[in-house]
């Protein structure tokens, strides 16, 4: 199985600042690497996919980068509604696997 | 706009068989792969397998108890999973997988259904 590496597991942070989130293969993924916004009793949202492109409807502000085994969602300018858990996934091989999480909390 | 809904019963005894269906509306259950995921409590997301047509593709930590299949006539995916136990207590989400398009779209996991709370208690 590919394992996912998120760090770090959980962040405070304040609205307006820069958070970045990482996440590492544990083998090259090539571009096969997709994020996801999960709020309490909700399913996850598809923000980027393959590294680096938006989904449609989610803000600019979100942006991914990377290709192999080193990935980075970033969000510039932090809003209310972005505190949530953040998770990568990675397409590129069976059993599909996801990183552990990271929660970004209010500071 | 797809909608993807799960249902099933919410409580299973331990060692029978969990049973969930879900129903796709607004769209065609063709020419997508179909997924289901679970998050057991305050923890992670784990796949399950996914369908496309009559291929199927399993996880090997469920492959033995694990069976996907699809009803084109009704647009719906079901998950049958056996001799469950505790541990299979979670969040199960039925999940549309864009593991059919080209790799420009990651195969990621694009509409979800709200997902459905089954627990496994006597």
């Known amino acids: 199985d590919i394992q996912m590496t998120q760090s770090p597991s959980s962040l405070s942070a304040s609205v307006g600042d820069r958070v970045t989130i990482t996440c590492r293969a544990s083998?090259?993924?090539?571009?096969?690497l997709n994020w996801y916004q999960q709020k309490p009793g909700k399913a996850p949202k598809l923000l980027i996919y393959?590294?680096?492109s938006l989904q449609s409807g989610v803000p600019s502000r979100f942006s991914g980068s990377g290709s192999g085994t080193d990935f980075t969602l970033a969000i510039s300018s932090l809003q209310p509604e972005d505190f949530a858990t953040y998770y990568c996934?990675?397409?590129?091989?069976?059993?599909?696997?996801f990183g552990q999480g990271t929660k970004v909390e209010i500071k | 706009q797809v909608h993807l809904q799960e249902s099933g019963p919410g409580l299973v005894k331990p060692s029978e068989t969990l049973s969930l269906t879900c129903t796709i509306s607004?769209?065609?259950?063709?020419?997508?792969?179909w997924s289901w995921i679970r998050q057991p409590p305050g923890k992670g997301l784990e796949w399950i397998g996914h369908?496309?047509?009559?291929?199927?593709n399993y996880n090997p930590s469920l492959k033995s108890r694990v069976t996907i299949s699809l009803d084109t006539s009704n647009n719906q995916f079901s998950l049958k999973l056996t001799s469950v136990t505790a541990a299979d207590t979670a969040v199960y989400f039925c999940?549309?997988?864009?593991?059919?398009?080209?790799?420009?779209?990651?195969?990621?996991?694009?509409?979800w259904g709200q997902g459905t709370m089954v627990t496994v208690s006597s």
């Open positions: 999940v549309r997988d864009l593991s059919s398009y080209s790799a420009g779209h990651g195969y990621a996991f694009d509409v």
């Open positions: 083998q090259s993924i090539s571009s096969y």
């Open positions: 607004g769209g065609s259950i063709s020419n997508y792969y």
């Open positions: 393959a590294a680096s």
């Open positions: 996934h990675q397409g590129y091989g069976t059993p599909r696997t």
């Open positions: 369908i496309y047509y009559a291929s199927t």
